[in-house]
């Protein structure tokens, strides 16, 4: 997750409705799959697990866009990486083409440039996730200089060294309310990288590894093995599209939520690694259309044609049913949102950290694919990709129910 927002800022989304314990068809003892039904029990080694019998049928709220940034007005983003609602009334925007940390109020009015690209205390070189802490400041992950740069309340700037070995598109961390910063990592678990090229089964084990600037101790998280296959090109590596993967989001305030994308289950670990809570929700996986499926060989065909192309058997590689899942999201309250496709659009279900429903975001507009979207204070902020691959911000208001 690139943005991860601390609890101090008021969320203002009141939706604690249809919670577990408030359910009509709540039972303690079993797993009642009617649809509708919730099930609630603990295990013997004392974890909760909540079951859904179905995907909840509602609340749903329908948004629409009520901001723009980066359409017209002469703004232009090269490649969004971050996003970040500062202090309820600014929204900042890291792109990585440009290598700068831009300001917008939330009438999408342009307010400057915060960082830009050079050698600096303020300054970046290629910055892929911004994140806030608890006090108000924001980090940035300056990935092309090994360290992450903060900037306080007040102004002042710090820098801290920050070595994680890899790349990741996006920065899938943040810093916790202990002041710890974390960073999702994988490593394969063969002795010996593959030398062979095309189609390529393996398995990646998954972390969330840590470092505490006060004391210099690294340590890591364990959050799953996953499975797959990839594309092997002579210099570079290519996913297969629409294979199922491990979706993954740390809350600030000592959690971390992790999923398959296969599969509608939510786990819940400490930040010491134990399960906390599962989350069950009975969900079918839509079949891949003939039009999905051309599209996503396109898509790979279309990079591999300038990246030494390599033979591949789409009829074995390409999975016969989507993801169900496409991203988690924590917002300011602890709130875990898991986006996934209702008839063509985006959707997001809500959940507390304890497991219970609090309703479904239904936005008018798409997002786009490889950026989650961000939840905090009164707004739902995400990537907008047009035809021409253009990208820009799109957000909503949330609704304020119960207050």
Do not use: C, N
């Given at each position: 997750m690139v943005t991860i927002h601390a609890r101090g800022r008021a969320l203002g989304l009141s939706l604690l409705i249809g919670s577990v314990l408030a359910t009509s068809c709540t039972t303690q003892h079993g797993t009642d799959r009617r649809p509708g039904a919730v099930t609630v029990d603990t295990t013997v080694s004392g974890i909760t697990r909540v079951t859904y019998g179905s995907v909840p049928r509602g609340p749903i709220f329908n948004l629409t866009a009520d901001l723009e940034i980066g359409r017209g007005a002469g703004v232009v983003f090269g490649d969004i990486r971050g996003i970040a609602l500062a202090g309820?009334?600014?929204?900042?925007?890291?792109?990585?083409?440009?290598?700068?940390?831009?300001?917008?109020?939330?009438?999408?009015?342009?307010?400057?440039?915060v960082m830009s690209k050079g050698e600096g205390p303020r300054e970046i070189e290629t910055a892929n996730g911004v994140a806030l802490d608890d006090h108000g400041g924001y980090w940035i992950n300056d990935h092309g200089r090994f360290r992450l740069t903060h900037i306080l309340p007040g102004g002042q700037?710090?820098?801290?060294?920050?070595?994680?070995?890899?790349?990741?598109?996006?920065?899938?961390?943040?810093?916790?309310?202990?002041?710890?910063?974390?960073?999702?990592?994988?490593?394969?678990?063969?002795?010996?990288?593959?030398?062979?090229?095309?189609?390529?089964?393996?398995?990646?084990?998954?972390?969330?590894?840590?470092?505490?600037?006060?004391?210099?101790?690294?340590?890591?998280?364990?959050?799953?093995?996953?499975?797959?296959e990839s594309i092997v090109l002579p210099r570079a590596v290519v996913s297969?599209?629409?294979?199922?993967?491990?979706?993954?989001?740390?809350?600030?305030?000592?959690?971390?939520?992790?999923?398959?994308?296969?599969?509608?289950?939510?786990?819940?670990?400490?930040?010491?690694?134990?399960?906390?809570?599962?989350?069950?929700?009975?969900?079918?996986?839509?079949?891949?259309?003939?039009?999905?499926?051309?599209?996503?060989?396109?898509?790979?065909?279309?990079?591999?044609a300038g990246a030494n192309r390599v033979a591949v058997d789409w009829e074995t590689a390409l999975p016969e049913r989507k993801p169900i899942l496409q991203h988690l999201a924590v917002d300011d309250k602890g709130n875990v949102w898991v986006q996934r496709e209702a008839a063509g659009k985006p959707v997001l279900d809500g959940y507390t950290e304890g497991g219970g429903f609090l309703g479904t975001l239904a936005p008018t507009y798409t997002f786009y694919q490889y950026f989650p979207p961000v939840i905090c204070g009164h707004w739902l902020l995400a990537v907008h990709s047009d035809s021409l691959d253009v990208e820009s911000v799109i957000g909503s208001r949330l609704p304020t129910l119960g207050g």
């Open positions: 309820d009334s600014l929204v900042l925007v890291l792109d990585y083409q440009a290598s700068e940390l831009r300001a917008f109020d939330l009438s999408g009015a342009d307010r400057g440039v700037v710090e820098t801290v060294p920050f070595f994680v070995p890899g790349f990741q598109y996006l920065w899938d961390g943040g810093v916790t309310d202990d002041g710890r910063i974390w960073t999702a990592w994988s490593h394969g678990s063969g002795s010996q990288p593959s030398r062979k090229l095309g189609l390529v089964s393996g398995t990646s084990r998954g972390y969330y590894k840590s470092f505490d600037p006060a004391t210099g101790t690294v340590d890591s998280v364990f959050v799953g093995e996953t499975t797959g297969v599209p629409l294979q199922s993967k491990r979706l993954e989001v740390l809350d600030p305030a000592g959690a971390i939520w992790t999923a398959m994308s296969d599969r509608y289950r939510l786990v819940r670990l400490s930040l010491s690694g134990d399960t906390l809570l599962v989350v069950d929700v009975h969900a079918d996986a839509a079949s891949v259309s003939p039009d999905e499926r051309r599209e996503a060989i396109a898509s790979v065909e279309k990079y591999m």
